[in-house]
């Protein structure tokens, strides 16, 4: 941030050229000299020449002198604010030094005559600083009265400028002189130190140009029109690309943009705050967007009235966990005026900033994080899906809130995840801004907490007609998305069809229930069947009301694990059957039609579920299943129809070979039916287990009479009724 020399009118010349000294020094070099100044015993301030002598004992060079004058009057002086001296002498100085208390012109003074004991040059700068009581709205003219002093120091042949009063502290909103020791203030780059000091001597403006230090020297209605950068301003690297005018005036919505130069930015706030009562106003006037991947800020505003000037603040951070003003660091304020009518449309009421609040990474997201849009969207219809790349499967839970409402609902988002990809779905049914909260939980935490990671401030323009709720979602392990219903409320005529798709690891249990609206008991099993497609990792659930003209609570679970049941929910629904099904009821089964263990254990190939369909359709009465095996398999058919009829019979075999199983069926009623196949491991050849249930749907009866058919002497042939199985095994 340096700059060139000056090479329009010269000082004094016992002072010489007056040559920059650029950047500011390395302070780490100058430890050393801060901490001999912290050690300084109080008898070494009794006089100047003590206290010289002190700072001799330990610094040798023009610049390590400096900096102890400098670190030992911002650290030991502390303000007078009830007095301004006309005239300055030694004795001030030296009485000033003993008391450690000084009046606002003191702070430098002391510091000019210590550096004369060191023969190092200084001179005494009057002029203007944005501090102290300074305000854009007040005229600031070469006959405004200066309201401050500071000295220009010459290090090594160059000249800079320190401040030791404002190097010392500032005074709080209530108007108490606060100690904050700060570093902004010694010898930085002149346009840095310019940004809110500007010199005037003998109320002469030419004659103190060459004391900016500048190549192109600015004029006093160039100072008092520019905004006033606070230190952090400078300490963040934030710089100002839209307006660079403390004074705005504007109509309507207002943008503010600022970048981040040097380190990404983790918060950003912004607040209005009123000029006669010094209060904050609601938060709902002012939308902080935050995109640290390309190191933007951007203000919306909203000026509270027309043609009042309102105090906008602006606060930033580098690595914070709480967005809090408090925890911010001021970075500079903006006066704002609406020459026009005021917009009324607030944005959400929210301290906070809109962006990612926390590291993407501790909760599988990629580096990247963040929407095509940025964290500020806007929408022209009612309804938008947000992707998010992922490294990992992630929990979420988005929450959306209206501007206008208090509450925030999760019934307005829907989350759809694979191991790729997140996708938040959002619906709005009003007009204006909204707030959408994605809350997720630490991949590498054990806590069930879920943790406010990021913010999107979303603007819609048409909304729906209607707000369709999406069903109520549990966010977990188990990766399901919605294929075919998204909305919580269904109504249909008789039965409701719903698809969901595994969108990570294969689906291994899949299971749903009707809960009774009224008593939140389960209800029988005749009235749903849900059915697995390992082909496609895909669930379907045929769901018919036990009663029309009721909303019945769907619920609906999934796992997938092998072993462990499935007792993740998912999901669940509300349906409304207009009439009642008078179709056949489905088998009273509270599990689903698919494979409920490993087949290869019993000689079954890998791919077994892949090729093979769980909701067999027969227009007859007959049918025959074939099964693919690697081997003899040990097996047993059942059975069971939905209506537990004991007069009714149905014939049911297995037989086997090395490359084959298969199973015959005569069914003697039409419906449905669960056929459930048991098989053994070759260790265990008499203790059978659940392979598999298949949905069996029969159109028509079997015209034929049940008939054994042809008898092997190896296998075995079995008649079943509703409790009976039969089994079938060995080559054939």
């Known amino acids: 941030m340096g700059c060139g020399a000056s090479a329009a009118a ?57 900096r102890a004058v400098y670190m030992w009057i911002t650290g030991n002086i502390t303000l007078d604010s009830s007095e301004t001296k006309a005239q300055l002498s030694l004795r001030d100085a030296e009485s000033a030094l003993q008391r450690g208390i000084g009046a606002k012109n003191e702070f430098n003074f002391i510091a000019h005559c210590l550096l004369r004991i060191f023969g190092v040059a200084s001179k005494q700068i009057t002029g203007f600083a944005k501090d102290f009581g300074y305000s854009p709205l007040k005229a600031l003219t070469v006959d405004t009265r200066v309201n401050h002093d500071w000295l220009a120091v010459r290090v090594d042949g160059k000249w800079g400028f320190m401040d030791c009063l404002l190097g010392s ?78 004074l705005i005036d504007s109509s309507g ?152 409402a208090l509450d925030q609902q999760s019934s307005s988002c829907s989350v759809e995840m694979d191991y790729l990809m997140l996708t938040v779905r959002i619906r709005m049914s009003r007009a204006g801004f909204y707030r959408l909260t994605l809350n997720c939980k630490d991949i590498y935490s054990v806590s069930s907490a879920y943790t406010e990671f990021a913010n999107f401030l979303i603007r819609c323009k048409k909304p729906l007609p209607k707000l369709v709720a999406f069903p109520r979602l549990w966010h977990h392990r188990h990766l399901v998305k919605l294929v075919s219903h998204t909305e919580e409320s269904i109504q249909v005529y008789t039965e409701a069809v719903l698809k969901f798709k595994g969108t990570g690891k294969p689906l291994k249990q899949f299971i749903a229930r009707f809960v009774h609206p009224r008593t939140g008991q389960r209800v029988s099993g005749q009235h749903i069947a849900a059915v697995l497609d390992y082909r496609r990792n895909e669930a379907t659930v045929t769901a018919r009301p036990p009663t029309s003209g009721t909303f019945w609570e769907l619920q609906v679970f999934a796992s997938t694990d092998d072993e462990a049941s499935a007792s993740d929910v998912i999901a669940s629904y509300q349906i409304l059957a207009r009439q009642t099904s008078s179709a056949s009821p489905f088998p009273d089964f509270s599990g689903f039609y698919g494979l409920c263990s490993s087949p290869r254990k019993f000689g079954f190939s890998a791919n077994f579920g892949d090729s093979q369909e769980f909701w067999l359709k027969t227009p ?32 049911c075999t297995v037989e086997s070979n090395s490359r084959l199983l298969s199973i015959r069926t005569r069914i003697l009623r039409p419906g449905f039916y669960r056929l459930t196949l048991s098989c053994a491991e070759a260790d265990e050849p008499n203790s059978f287990a659940a392979l598999a249930n298949f949905l069996v749907e029969c159109a028509a009866a079997s015209s034929s009479e049940p008939q054994p058919g042809r008898q092997r002497a190896d296998s075995k042939l079995w008649r079943l009724s509703d409790t009976d199985s039969g089994v079938a095994y060995d080559d054939w």
Request: glycine content about 6%; some cysteine.
């Open 10 to 66: 010269q000082p004094p010349h016992s002072l010489g050229p007056l040559v920059p000294i650029g950047d500011q020094p390395d302070l780490r070099s100058l430890r050393r000299i801060d901490e001999h100044i912290k050690l300084a015993p109080p008898e070494a301030a009794q006089t100047l020449q003590s206290l010289a002598a002190y700072i001799e004992s330990a610094a040798s060079t023009e610049l390590e002198k400096v």
């Open 169 to 246: 502290g500032c005074f709080s909103d209530s108007g108490v002189f606060e100690r904050r020791q700060t570093d902004f203030y010694f010898l930085p780059a002149p346009e840095v130190f310019l940004s809110d000091h500007f010199p005037l001597l003998n109320s002469n403006p030419e004659a103190s140009k060459p004391w900016q230090l500048m190549k192109d020297p600015i004029d006093l209605e160039t100072f008092h029109s520019r905004v006033r950068r606070r230190e952090a301003c400078y300490r963040l690297g934030v710089q100002l690309r839209s307006h660079s005018s403390a």
């Open 253 to 404: 919505q207002m943008k503010l943009r600022f970048w981040a130069a040097q380190n990404p930015l983790s918060h950003f706030g912004a607040a209005f705050f009123n000029l006669e009562t010094g209060e904050r106003c609601r938060s709902s006037l002012a939308a902080a967007v935050l995109d640290w991947r390309c190191r933007e800020a951007v203000v919306l505003v909203r000026v509270p009235t027309s043609g009042t000037y309102w105090e906008l603040r602006l606060f930033a951070a580098i690595e914070l966990t709480s967005v809090e003003d408090a925890h911010l660091e001021w970075l500079a304020f903006f006066y704002l005026k609406s020459s026009g009518p005021v917009d009324k449309e607030p944005f959400p009421d929210f301290d906070g900033f809109y962006g990612a609040k926390l590291d993407p990474h501790i909760f599988g997201f990629k580096k990247e994080f963040g929407s095509s849009d940025g964290f500020c969207i806007e929408v022209d219809g009612g309804e938008c899906s947000l992707r998010f790349p992922t490294y990992m499967p992630v929990r979420v839970s988005p929450t959306l809130q209206f501007a206008k």
């Open 620 to 651: 007859v009465g007959e049918f025959e299943l074939r099964l693919p095996t690697l081997g003899t398999v040990r097996a047993m058919a059942v059975l069971k129809p939905a209506l537990k009829d004991r007069t009714e019979q149905q014939l």
